[in-house]
């Protein structure tokens, strides 16, 4: 494995007595649109003023999130807001990052993240393209209907019925770089509806969308509710640190969505979940059995459930189960570990629409990899993720740099 020493703007520690020869484990854990704070340009986006966790804690003074407080959450908030912090904050070495991508997706988010930044946005529509629609519905040989902008829930509740009388899938967009397609599992069957989505991949790369996504749901008009077999279909990813780790041998274990938003590319193994539980719960269980790997994560509740539905107290409800299951993982990290835990983007429940916001996000860095704990300030980039992961496991590709701290 090629030696790759750290630079100044990674979180990382490395060259201390064996480290260089020993196994090592690490976990990227993406609290899935946990913002900490508008970003310097979101004004462009509408944005200007959101702040997922500031607002989340105005609003619910009774939420108590004491293990992300002993690490520092309090003095993130503060330092992205622009004030100064003490040095260290917490527990924890600390930083807050603003992205360099434009938008504020999920796709761009992990993909910088992983040292991948986009030169330009993925492409957005009000409606696709007509000739478009008409490609994928002789390939795939079916007919859409819908095709506009909506909520998952509210359209489903809209066209449901007629998608049920006449079995022509749902197809619809967000603020987002997204292709989505509803059906209803029993009039098109989840294999199925995964195929019409791959064709429609395959005519969506040329127009620049981040994701098709298959949106199944069950139920009868009037009481419809989407299912948890859900399945994105990314635009394929530029190189990644991921890849640099899969050359050198050092498994990627991705958890939830992450094999999805890569498309695969750079990831050993995938570990589908349902919910931030199933996923916590995978998170423990390959932190037990591997000694050398990267494990990946992705907990979307967050935003799938709350966020987008603008719901306050269960986005509350869901940080306060997250700050105690992290409780109880920290006694799981040992010498030599590397944790770091952040978002790819906010979504503000108190903000207006339901679309994501564009925020700064929280950097979290545990492990003897992390010590002492340090206040790593404002990040231009998420690229400073990869640089650190990069710089832990020896290995070129960490993307380029972001600028000094």
Not at 73 to 96: C, D, F, K, Q, T
Not at 261 to 287: R, V
Request: charged fraction near 25%; proline fraction near 5%.
């Amino acid at each position: 494995m090629r030696r790759v020493a750290a630079d100044d703007n990674t979180i990382c520690c490395l060259g201390r007595d064996a480290r260089f020869w020993q196994m090592k484990r690490a976990l990227l854990l993406i609290l899935d649109s946990v913002g900490c704070g508008h970003a310097p340009d979101a004004a462009a986006y509408g944005d200007a003023g959101s702040n997922t966790l500031g607002h989340i804690l105005e609003q619910c003074p009774d939420l108590r999130l004491p293990t992300l407080d002993a690490l520092g959450l309090r003095e993130i908030l503060r330092g992205a807001a622009g004030a100064a912090i003490e040095n260290p904050p917490g527990a924890a070495s600390v930083a807050w990052m603003r992205e360099r991508a434009a938008g504020k997706d999920t796709t761009s988010g992990h993909w910088e993240i992983a040292g991948a930044v986009l030169d330009e946005p993925f492409a957005t529509f009000e409606h696709f393209p007509a000739d478009v629609v008409a490609a994928i519905e002789a390939e795939a040989k079916t007919r859409f209907i819908g095709n506009k902008p909506a909520s998952g829930t509210a359209i489903i509740a809209e066209l449901g019925d007629e998608h049920m009388k006449t079995g022509a899938p749902i197809l619809y967009t967000s603020a987002d770089s997204v292709m989505q397609i509803a059906a209803h599992e029993e009039v098109v069957p989840v294999e199925e509806l995964y195929r019409i989505c791959r064709v429609a991949r395959g005519h969506c790369d040329r127009l620049r969308i981040g994701r098709v996504i298959a949106r199944p749901f069950i139920g009868r008009p009037g009481h419809f509710t989407r299912t948890a077999n859900r399945h994105d279909f990314s635009y394929p990813p530029p190189r990644t640190v991921l890849n640099a780790l899969d050359e050198a041998g050092i498994p990627v274990a991705g958890v939830g969505k992450i094999r999805d938003i890569f498309d695969g590319s750079g990831i050993a193994e995938s570990h589908p979940t349902k919910s931030n539980a199933e996923g916590m719960a995978a998170i423990e269980q390959l932190w037990a059995e591997r000694r050398e790997a990267l494990i990946f994560a992705n907990l979307v509740d967050f935003d799938q459930l709350y966020g987008h539905r603008r719901d306050v107290r269960g986005y509350a409800a869901a940080l306060a189960e997250f700050d105690a299951w992290l409780a109880g993982f920290l006694p799981m990290i040992e010498a030599g570990d590397l944790v770091l835990i952040t978002a790819d983007h906010g979504n503000d429940p108190t903000w207006q629409g339901t679309d994501h916001t564009r925020e700064q996000v929280p950097l979290w860095a545990l492990g003897s990899a992390a010590q002492p704990p340090e206040n790593f300030g404002l990040q231009d980039g998420f690229g400073f993720v990869a640089r650190t992961i990069a710089a832990y496991f020896e290995v070129s590709g960490g993307g380029a740099k972001a600028g000094a701290r």
